[in-house]
């Protein structure tokens, strides 16, 4: 038996990092080929991302392997590759296997509004959301049923500022989210914008409708994402920010 110091890594050594390089490019190729039009969500979310996953995993453990298969007296050379493989698969996968367990907790649906029976309504943005897969209209029954008991929090603001200025602070807070504006109609009191999620360029639309009130006004918000059977809890998320930010004590 040759000494540990003599000892010659075989090539099956080198296949964690090789099977890291491959998921880490798929999981790459995800959002890049998405954003490039070479393929659609069914490739990008449903084939490529379980693929990169897979791949992580596989070479998470052949360098596992790989590491307890090298004598301790090898050399820093020997060992280096494969945890340097272990580092890297656990980084690039936390995201999404994060997104997946998620995704087993949220209802399929992509269209949320704080007013289910009578949702705010798209105008200015309605010929991209009717180009869109998911459409203009508010499919309501099922999809309220689920939202209602996946999100129950969620529910028209009442405020007890005018109309004139609860339309000025939602306005504010658009810009403030970040979100393009695309209409704010101060006639019927009713704002739309578009937020684009940063990996992927996924476009979701928003919609602010306000109204008089007897006790001044009161506000409901839809956010729907143009692509997608699952936001993942996204557009909840939104309006639940947007709305918590809306009715922050203002500064100075």
Known sequence: MLPSSNWKRPMWHALGPILTLVGVGLLALSPLGYRLGWFGIPVALLRLIPLGVGAC??????????LVRTPAGAGP??????????????????????????????PS?????????????????????TAAPNGLEYAGGEVAALQKKAYPDLATLYSKLTPDALFDRAQQVVQQCGWRLADANRGDLRIE????????????????????????????VRSASRVGHSDLGVNAARIRKYLQRLTQPQSG
């Not at 995993?57 to 790989?66: D, H, R």
């Not at 945890?83 to 936390?94: E, G, K, N, Q, W």
């Not at 649906?109 to 959301?129: C, S």
């Open 193 to 220: 914008a578009v937020d684009t999620s940063a990996l992927y360029g996924f476009k979701d639309d928003i919609v602010v409708r306000i109204r008089a009130d007897a006790g001044g006004s009161r506000m409901d």
């Open 77 to 106: 050379a020997a060992w280096v590759m494969p945890v340097v493989a272990i580092v890297v698969c656990l980084v690039a996968t936390i995201v999404p296997i994060v997104g997946i367990v998620h995704a087993r907790h949220v």
């Open 57 to 66: 995993a596989l070479g998470l453990v052949a360098s596992l392997v790989a």
């Open 109 to 129: 649906i992509h269209d949320i509004t704080t007013d289910t029976e009578m949702p705010p309504v798209f105008v200015a943005l309605a010929a991209d959301r």
